[in-house]
Structures are given as C-alpha cells and as structure tokens.
C-alpha cells in the first residue's frame, strides 16, 4: 500500500472530491492520501439479454495509488491547483518544499487579484468584466497588503492631537478671511 503527500499553502482549507468521496486539504498542513478503490456496476454485463446471475451482479473495481488520486485531485479542476503551489510527494514533504510552495502561492495570489483588477477596469469602462470580487481574492488583498477603497480599505493612520489642533485652526483662519474678503 503506498501513500502521497499534499501540502496546501494557499490562505483557506480546500475539499475536493472524487468518486462520492470528499478529500481535505487543511491550510498549512500536510495531508497524507492513500490508496483508494472505487467500484462501479458494470453495465454492459448486467444489461445483457442472456446473462448469467454473476453478470446480473457483475461490478468495475479499480484501485488508484494515492500519487496518482492526488496528481487527479489537484490537476483536474478549473484551476491546476499546482500552479497554486500545492506540493504533491511520495515523500513527506520537507521545510524547503513548504517555503517554495508558499513563495507559489504569493504569486498565484497576486495574480488572482491583478486579474480582478483588470475585469474590473474593463467593467468600468463598458466591457464584459465583472465588479464583485470573490472572498478569496479579498483575502489575498489583505494578506498581501494591497488597498483597494472599496474591497479592502487598509486602515487609515490616526492623527495626533496636535495635528488636529493645527488642521483646526488652519481651517478656522481660513473661514475667517473668506467671510473678511466676503464683506469687501
């Protein structure tokens, strides 16, 4: 029996699944895939006009290495989750492996919201992109320290008292000499 190792650096859990059955990948963790075996009924032998009582019961087994489940896993889906940095190894996954694989991500997450930017801009000015962002790439703008004022305002420094005494006063003086040059 053999088993693979998958290490998920980007920012949130991921569950995939594959034949009924569902596969965690906790954030930051390692996650050890083993052996599976999935069965199907095979129809071509219980669809048979003379078939025998055997075929009426007839059943597809197949058993997939846990290298392999996980290379489906994470290569099958809208995005290749490798290019997210997910290691994948037959081998537990070392302290350098997790550094490249998080260096990955930090890429593959900037690329995620420079492409939202992009669709937004093309929204704005008339095309086909779209407005709303998704939570992931709102948390890729946080973890990354990108501001955006609608999405991900980073918080504003407050000011010294003695900064608003001044912008006070400043404004006050200012008031005063616009109603001054009002009355002339």
């Not at 490249?100 to 991500?105: F, G, L, Y």
């Not at 492409?115 to 962002?133: P, V």
Request: proline share 5%; with cysteine; glycine share 8%.
């Amino acid at each position: 029996m053999s088993q693979a190792f998958g290490y998920n650096p980007i920012l949130r859990d991921v569950t995939l699944y594959f034949g009924g059955k569902s596969y965690c990948f906790p954030h930051n963790e390692v996650t050890t895939l083993t052996d599976q075996t999935f069965t199907a009924p095979d129809q071509y032998k219980r669809n048979l006009a003379n078939g025998t009582p055997e075929d009426q019961q007839a059943v597809h087994e197949v058993l997939i290495t846990g290298q392999r489940l996980g290379e489906m896993l994470l290569n099958r889906h809208h995005v290749n989750l490798f290019d997210a940095g997910f290691v994948l190894s037959a081998k537990p996954i070392t302290d350098a492996e997790k550094r490249d694989a998080q260096v990955k991500a930090r890429i593959w997450g900037t690329h995620m919201v420079d492409e939202f930017f992009q669709e937004r801009r093309e929204r704005q000015s008339g095309g086909m992109g779209r407005l709303a962002t998704f939570d992931e790439e709102i948390a890729w703008m946080k973890a990354l320290g990108i501001d955006d004022p609608l999405y991900n305002p980073l918080p504003k420094p407050a000011l010294a008292p003695e900064e608003l005494v001044a912008i006070g006063t400043a404004v006050g003086k200012g008031v005063v000499d616009a109603l001054e040059t009002r009355k002339k």
